[in-house]
């Protein structure tokens, strides 16, 4: 895969402006990123300068906490994918997590996959699920990305980048491992191949180095609002 698209171009500070948006827009069509990344509120200014590019626009969802509900994050998810997003970042319920209600977090994530496979705008959206790792245990970690896959997640991603820590080279292996280790178990219960779920690493990817870093451990895609210096030092 050419380098450039293993990257989400990423600007989520509450104070970017129009024109800050703009700029990262032409960046990511100069250098082909895999997407921009922004907060819904620039979702449909995104999607109007994306149009007719290689450069997919992505939006996050429940950020950056994943604390509201469930009905908040499915109408967020849909707003944002009839404003033109085509890939959804969406924030585990973390505190359902800290407390072992599973079901809650599956719930939480399968009910914001069904609005990003079924919507009015008739298009399959990529889901990808924050889990928020710096605030998880290991088991914990395993556990939420066990249950992303099971509730049809694309990718499951490391952080929102907005808490106490972001991506680490540990975190990618096991998360690679325990995605890839998942997907096997529910081939075999169901007899059906099951789709290779994906990685993201987020947060505190700032140069070159540990770019590659995760992408060696098992990552296939990285948000990083560095990307433009990253990839033309490489």
Not at 160 to 170: D, L, N, P, R
Request: aromatic fraction near 4%; charge should be negative; charged fraction near 30%.
């Amino acid at each position: 895969m050419e380098f450039s698209k293993y990257f989400d171009h990423t600007i989520l500070k509450a104070d970017a402006g129009e024109e800050d948006v703009n700029a990262i827009c032409m960046e990511a069509v100069r250098y082909h990123f895999a997407s921009v990344c922004v907060n819904g509120a620039r979702t449909k200014q995104v999607s109007c300068l994306l149009a007719d590019t290689d450069v997919e626009v992505c939006t996050v969802v429940g950020f950056p906490l994943g604390a509201m509900s469930t009905i908040a994050k499915k109408f967020e998810a849909l707003t944002a994918i009839e404003d033109g997003a085509t890939e959804i970042d969406m924030v585990i319920n973390v505190g359902a997590v800290k407390d072992g209600d599973w079901e809650t977090v599956k719930k939480d994530i399968s009910e914001v996959k069904e609005v990003c496979a079924h919507n009015t705008m008739g298009k399959e959206i990529t889901l990808k699920v924050i889990v928020e790792t710096c605030l998880l245990t290991k088991e914990e970690k395993i556990k939420a990305c066990e249950t992303a896959v099971e509730a049809g997640a694309d990718f499951v991603k490391t952080s929102t980048g907005f808490s106490t820590g972001g991506a680490t080279v540990e975190d990618i292996v096991l998360m690679r491992k325990t995605v890839d280790a998942k997907a096997e178990v529910l081939e075999k219960e169901t007899g059906l191949p099951h789709k290779r779920v994906l990685v993201k690493a987020s947060g505190g990817i700032r140069d070159l180095e540990t770019a590659k870093a995760m992408i060696q451990a098992g990552a296939d895609r990285l948000g990083t609002s560095a990307t433009v210096s990253i990839v033309t030092a490489e």
